[in-house]
Every structure is written in structure tokens, then in C-alpha cells.
């Protein structure tokens, strides 16, 4: 399959993401005084915008790249509900996925802004596991998805909020690999060491080292390695892909492991990068490229999104072309990587 053919192919694929879905709120606005009642600036509101976040935004890549995402979360029964719905209704999104609850609050991240400078972020939330009953119904609706939908690819993403728990994550696991159905997580450190089984393990590099207590430095090449390689045997992970930031990615299967170097780019905003190399991979996986093709893929789409300020979904056309310019299924054809 040539790169064109494989980016055409996208439209078919539909990839379950589960996970913390998040509204980003932005407030901007002026600073002209400092207040009388306190030594605090005064800002005077100008605009306000809501945007989907966390494992929403995630949905947002997979749909960017031309595939048919499917969430999965639960969100609260509360004041913010129908922001957050008309906020999928608005990009395209099946809601089918979502449980509203009464026992959680819709998680919000409102920045307040003024002349480009971030003042404040105020976080509305609750981040506790999900209750055992509401665990038990979210786990309903993926299955009744899973049953509904041919899913060709399951994406974790995990902000720590409460939404994935140990138990959604063995039943999951364990019902995609009753289908054959490729996993991947984009972990935080709550449920770190609880992904076992899965295909596909990202965390950056402060998370690993976070998840598994480590002292290391990314140029510590063979430390990272054998530690790596001993994390995925425990953990009976296919593959592990540890984003390092402006050193690019490294990666670990059975054939063994490489070090990515970054593209050269000309980074504006990191925001969201994650999120778009977790979905850029699960495309990649649901066609069965080699891991390194995977990794190469990932890391440009991750690159191309730091090059534009804010959290924007990756532009699939950017991807192609630089994918095509880059001959990056080539080279995994000629080096069987």
C-alpha cells in the first residue's frame, strides 16, 4: 500500500476512544489597573469560547485524519452538560458513547488570557475513580459500541480524572482481544502499571519515568532501553513508544528497538501533540504498519501541530504530503522497519 492509498483508507476505519473528555474555556480580555481590594490585576472580558478537550480532542484528530471516531466517557449531569453536547454536535460526534451522571462534574479548564499572556487557569472538576455502578455502565456502552460498530482500533486516553479504572481497562482489554482489536494508551500515572495486554504503550518521557520511579536522562540511551524492554515483558505490551520532546521518539517491540530523531520544526505550541500522535498511531496500527513506520508517522504528525499555536487537530493534507515527501512507507519496505 502506497502513502496516498493508506491516507484514502482512513475514511473506513472507526476507532473507540475512552477516556476524560474536557471542556477548554478561554476568557480573554484587557488589563488596564490593578484592583483596590487586592494586588490583583482587573481584567475586562472580551470574548469567551468553550472547545473540546482531553479524550475529545483526541476524537477531533481521529476525525481530522478522515476516520470516524467513536467517544467514550462520562460527563456530569450538571450546568455544563449542554455546552459540552452542542459542543459534539457541532464537530460531528456520535454521542452515543457518553454517560451523563450525577455523580461527577463535567471536567472544565477556563484560561484567562490578556494581550497573549496566560494569566490564570481555574479547573472545575472532580477527579476521583468513577463510582462501581458507573464504572459498570460505561463498560455497558462500549460493549453495546463494540457490538454495534466494526472497531478497527481502541485508543485509551487517560488525563486522571477518574473515567478509566482498573476494571474498565481488564474488560476492555480483554473484549478487544477477543475480537482482535489493536489497543493503545496514552497513559497518566494513576492506572500507569495497569495496561496489561495491550498493543501500544505511549507515554512521554517524564511519565515513564514517573509511572516506573526511574532516574534517567534521555541520552542514557541503554538505560532507557533495557528499562523499556523490561516494562513491556512485564507488562506484556507488543509495543512502547516513549515521546522525548525535542529528541524525537524512541520505540521498543520484539524486533528490538530505535531512536527517532525529531524534524527540524519551528515550534509554537506543544499543546494537544500527545493527542495527535496517540491517533495518528491507531490509524497506523489499524493497517498493520511496522512499528517504525508507525513511530516516524507519528512524530511528524506530532511535530506539524507544535508549528501551530493552540490545540488544533492535525491537518491531514500537511501529513500526506510530508509523509510522501519523506518516502516513509519506502523506507519500511527497503529496511523492514
Known sequence: MDTKTLFESFKNVHVLVIGDVIIDSYLWGDVSRISPEAPVPIITALKREHRLGGAANVALNVQALGATPLLCSVAGDDG??????????????????????????????????????????????????????????????IKKLLSEYKIDAIIFEDYDKGVITPELIEETVQFAKERGIPTLVDPKKRNFNHYDGVTFFKPNFKEFLTGLNLDLKASDKEELAKAAGEFRKEHDIRVLMITLAEKGVFVSDD??????????????????????????????????LRTEAVARIANMAGGLVCEIPGVVPVSKELLLQECMDKKVLEYQAEHGG
Open 255 to 288: 524486533n528490538g528497538h530505535s531512536f527517532i530523531p525529531a524534524e527540524v520544526r519551528n515550534i509554537s505550541d506543544v499543546s494537544g501533540a500527545g493527542d495527535t500522535v496517540i491517533s495518528v498511531s491507531a490509524l497506523c496500527l489499524a493497517f498493520g
Open 80 to 141: 455544563h452538560r449542554k455546552v459540552f453536547e452542542k459542543l459534539m454536535k457541532k464537530r460531528g460526534l456520535i454521542t452515543d458513547g457518553i454517560v451523563f451522571s450525577p455523580q461527577r462534574e463535567t471536567s472544565v479548564k477556563t484560561r484567562i488570557i490578556s494581550q497573549n499572556q496566560h494569566l490564570l487557569r481555574i479547573d472545575d472538576e472532580i477527579d476521583q475513580p468513577l463510582a462501581k455502578d458507573v464504572t459498570e455502565s460505561l463498560v455497558k456502552r
